[in-house]
């Protein structure tokens, strides 16, 4: 009897102090936590943890909408994200989207619930460049703890861009003499297209550097195109130069010199022998 009344009074004071923890722990629901404490060297298998959105890309927006999915224990299911590595916030407007009955594999437990929650937010404010966010799931102390010990983890990185290309053609000359003109520059990142324009005319697509033919004598101007990942379009200014060609003279008609020389020797021969002729 007095074995069955400890039991008891076990049971209840563990229920109580759970009470008291739960009230602790549901004052602290705005707290922002960190560093976290990784439980496991591995991050979490798609399966568990997943991130729909944001994927590996560039964006052309300074607001990016994040979507996930994770599957807990019902008894864990504190979650929170980061952004670039900073620090962690607590996720608390989880969308329960099934449950399923799991076996522990032993006749002495008894099976466990695990549960598949939906979480949905947006980050805001993002600036240029590159960003990570990382949705992690464990168990978040607070109060003197002060910390989260993550268990399950995973991260989407991508970027932002919402400018145009920077595009720079490198020096042509001011006067150049050949037909043949080479078109150098530069562009700040990955372009999904590029063209240029010479004398204001039909844009012509290239892949990189290339060279303007054929020029005719006169001023020219040509201006370098790029359309971003993104969709935004960038050009550089125009570039105004000039083709003088020197006229090359005529050659010196030595067929026909060759010719004349020709007749002169067979008018000189038949000369000779018209004389030598009169003599007789």
């Known amino acids: 009897m007095k074995k069955k009344l400890l039991s008891t009074a076990i049971l209840i004071s563990a229920l ?7 009230t602790q722990f549901n004052k602290a629901k705005a707290e922002t936590l960190g560093p976290p404490t990784f439980l ?30 994770v599957t807990v224990p019902n008894a864990i299911n504190e979650v929170g994200y980061s952004v670039d590595n900073g620090s962690i916030q607590r996720i608390t407007n989880l969308v329960k989207v099934s449950e399923e009955s799991v076996p522990y594999g032993t006749i002495l437990l008894p099976p466990y619930i695990m549960v598949t929650y939906m979480g949905t937010f947006v980050l805001n404010g ?10 992690y799931q464990g168990y978040f102390y607070t109060g003197k703890w002060q910390r989260y010990e ?59 550097n290339t060279t303007l033919s054929g020029l005719s004598n006169g001023g020219h101007n040509v201006t370098v195109y790029a359309l971003d ?52």
């Open 16 to 22: 109580v102090m759970s009470a008291v923890a739960g």
């Open 40 to 69: 496991s060297t591995k991050s979490a298998s798609p399966d568990i943890l997943f991130i729909s959105s944001p994927q590996n890309t560039t964006y052309h927006s300074h607001s990016i909408l994040v979507n996930f999915t």
């Open 126 to 135: 993002l600036s240029e460049g590159n960003h990570s966010v990382t949705i």
């Open 150 to 208: 993550i268990a399950l983890w995973t991260t989407a990185e991508f970027s932002i861009d919402t400018g145009p290309p920077i595009l720079k053609i490198l020096e042509i000359g001011t006067n150049t003499s050949s037909q043949q003109v080479p078109l150098n520059f530069t562009i700040n990142e990955p372009a999904s297209w590029m063209a240029y324009s010479l004398d204001q005319q039909t844009n012509i697509t290239i892949s990189g």
């Open 229 to 280: 990942e993104t969709g935004n379009m960038g050009a550089s200014e125009t570039t105004y130069f000039s083709v003088e060609i020197p006229e090359v003279p005529e050659p010196f008609p030595t067929t026909i010199v060759v010719a004349s020389v020709a007749s002169v020797a067979v008018v000189s021969i038949g000369l000779r022998v018209y004389f030598k002729k009169r003599k007789r």
